[in-house]
């Protein structure tokens, strides 16, 4: 089996080159921007925002199974870059699609919270209405349906308030930012479960084990959208207020900040967040047989990387 990991770069992708389990399973090709692969030397180059030279890449390649880990995250200047965004997110999505319905390959995507408008007060099924409020859910809700019409063999995976013990992200911007200030005034209105990506990982390589184990004929019903996040929701806030309690634990931070709870109102950004992003991981966890635990479960994880991460 060969396997194009696309955003080997990415959080994501770090994550699954780390993991070193994608090469267990098959002769693994990274993709990047600009063919470099962090730590690894020479992989294959593929810019998404140009989507009309994926069909060569991929018939260079000739994948069995493309991961798309490889996205434009970049909520609020999405606002002010949609066209870009959705080239990302949407376009390049489906000249994958398209080649990999060609080609009989496997398209295992991401998706995101923002598909949805936040306005539920339970969590949402994969069946739930979209209606994304901002450019960036727009872009990636055109990637969902490219996938979803284009004939491939797919599984697109939502997640959510995504983070690692590397890359861009809230859990390192506060730590970051509670080194240098006795006191963080932080979002305590949006809900949601903070995933690693070492979750999504593992959750990914569950499913597509699943696929290989699954005849032919029963994996129509593995197809389409699932949630792959962790069980249990917090606020940004509480998200916050668990990092500087696990960093002090540890050691990491030598005193902890003040987090003062605020709402939207009093911290605006360009692109309007869901207020309830909560999405519901049971029939993830019953069609996989692979338990998605608790948030502060893999934020522990997390936290146990970061001395060796952060040096």
């Known amino acids: 089996m060969k396997i194009a990991l696309l955003g080997a770069n990415g959080q994501l992708g770090q994550t699954f080159l ?26 294959e180059a593929a810019d998404l925002s140009s989507p009309e030279h994926m069909a060569a890449l991929l018939d260079r390649v000739k994948p069995d199974v493309i991961i798309n880990a490889a996205a434009y ?34 398209v295992l995507h991401y998706s995101t919270d923002y598909v949805f408008d936040g306005q539920s007060r339970q969590p949402y099924a994969v069946d739930a209405a979209t209606a994304p409020i901002g450019a960036y859910g727009r872009s990636k809700l055109a990637g969902e349906r490219a996938l979803a019409t284009s004939g491939a063999h797919h599984m697109i995976f939502r997640t959510a308030w995504v983070y690692a013990a590397h890359g861009h992200n809230f859990l390192r911007t506060m730590l970051r930012l509670g080194a240098e200030r006795d006191e963080l005034r932080v979002v305590a209105d949006q809900h949601g479960a903070p995933t690693s990506t070492l979750l999504i990982v593992r959750g990914t390589l569950a499913a597509l084990d699943a696929w290989n184990r699954t005849s032919t004929s029963e994996r129509a019903n593995m197809e389409g959208i699932h949630h792959l996040v962790a069980s249990g929701d917090t606020t940004w806030h509480g998200f916050a207020t668990a990092i500087f309690d696990e960093a002090l634990e540890r050691n990491l931070i030598k005193r902890k900040p003040t987090v003062a709870a605020i709402g939207t109102i009093d911290f605006p950004t360009p692109a309007e967040r869901p207020a309830y992003s909560v999405l519901d991981n049971t029939d993830f966890q019953k069609r996989f047989d692979f338990a998605l635990p608790d948030w502060r479960i893999g934020l522990h994880e997390v936290m146990n990387e970061l001395p060796s991460a952060t040096h």
Do not use: F, M, Y
């Open 73 to 106: 995250t970049a909520v609020d200047r999405a606002e002010q870059e949609e066209a870009l965004a959705t080239q990302i997110n949407g376009a390049s999505v489906d000249a994958i699609a398209r080649w990999a319905a060609a080609h009989r390959a496997l």
């Open 18 to 43: 780390k993991e070193d389990t994608l090469a267990h399973r098959g002769d693994l090709v990274a993709v990047t921007r600009d063919g470099l692969v962090h730590g690894a030397g020479q992989g």
